[in-house]
């Protein structure tokens, strides 16, 4: 066993409060010191095979006791590090709905060895490639303590409102309020932005309907009336104590119903797209575009992709059936939704984010230092920026000088960028409507060289 210097103060951001199970970075690894309070409880996690059963689920990130000790902490576990962070306010709706999923399988089989989760925000969860691990180890603690009411609560909160708001084509609310990873979609949002009408529908089981409806009846009538109607039996009795592990099952059923009936809106022009962009193996059918594409992908061989505005995704595919680690940014969330389910049916490394290029996601948190910027987490050994100068120009009003400064934040290495001319059809509909005259090739190669050096392709 080797003893190590463990200090709260040392501590990974965040830890918060809690300095009894506490998350380190210690020599390029991630530590979670338990204190000697904690210690018997985490043990018995392993012992039992609670752990086991969630991590050979792909559930739970890799976790394991390790040859370390600390004084403060006794017990040092190892967790498996992610690479690729990304955020909930950055996921497409589809990965939300797979993340709402994954909770309640996880809430399944904890249940099997009598636990219940303690905190299930979606802030909890990772992506590695196209599935969602849980990170929060705190959480399968303390969860005993938690109720079903306010599992119930907090899943509709997290995911299954959010989901019905992108139903109605509000994800951009759905960004801003999940944002909030304190308090996500609370029920005085959900009741603005869906209404009375779009709640009801989350009481159609039975069970939920004495929850939203004693809700909405503690919000909407005098105390008065509320204490009258609960000694009438009307109103939201208070949850048991120690609920039982059927309660729950029933519930958690209902919930899976609920977040899978949520139907997204779909645009046939996207799923047309990537049912055409399955395979990369028909060479005879690729334009001169796409060939000169894969050359250069496969003559730098960069280990990650950074793909601004990705024009549908086809690009993000190609790198990703190279073997290249992707990020696909761009603010719609529709072809955002069907580039994540196109990569999870292949496995592919790709993460779809939908994030605006000009708005990219900033750091956050106490001294902007518990939630670290895109520009931070996304920087790629290569850009790519293909077909999207024309619209970041004539539709987002930037200069060449700021399209350039921020593609190079992103990038470690190289940039793969194409210029579209003014007289090219896909640019000439903007040139019509607003004609910048500085919009050259050669102005455009002038910005480029303030960050770059120049490889005509």
Known sequence: MKHISLEPWQSHPLSFANTSIRLFEYDGMLLRGISATYEPQVRELFKKGVLDALIARELLVQTEISDYSSDEYPLVLKHERISTITYPA?????????????????????????????????????????????????????????????????????????????????WRYVIYLVGDFNHAVQYDDALLLLGPRELARSATFPGRARIW???????????????YLQRLGIGVKAPAAKPSATDLRVRIDDLRASLSGVKLPKSDRWAKYYEESQTFDRLNDWNQKQLSVKQVLGEVSPRSLFDVCPSGGWYSLLAGSMGIRVVSSDVVPEMMNQLYLTARNGDRDIYPIVMDFCDPTPARGVANNWFKPATQRFRSEMVMCLAAVPTLVFGSQLSFDQIVAGLAAFSEKWLLVEFIPWEDEIAGKYWEARQHHWYTQANFVHALEHHFRIRRT
Do not use: C
Not at 96 to 118: C, F, P
Not at 121 to 150: K, M, Y
Not at 213 to 227: A, D, H, I, Y
């Open 213 to 227: 409806s004693g809700e909405f009846l503690r919000r909407t009538l005098p105390e008065s009336v509320n204490k």
């Open 90 to 170: 950055e996921w497409a709706p589809e990965a939300l709905r797979a993340v709402g999923m994954a909770v309640l399988d996880l809430q399944e089989v904890l249940l099997n060895h009598g636990y219940i989760l303690g905190d299930i925000s979606p802030w909890n969860i990772l992506f590695r490639r196209t599935e969602p691990v849980f990170v929060d180890f705190g959480s399968l603690v303390w969860g005993a303590a938690a109720t079903i009411e306010q599992f119930v609560n907090e899943f509709h909160r997290y995911y299954i409102w959010p989901l019905q708001l992108a139903k109605k084509g509000l």
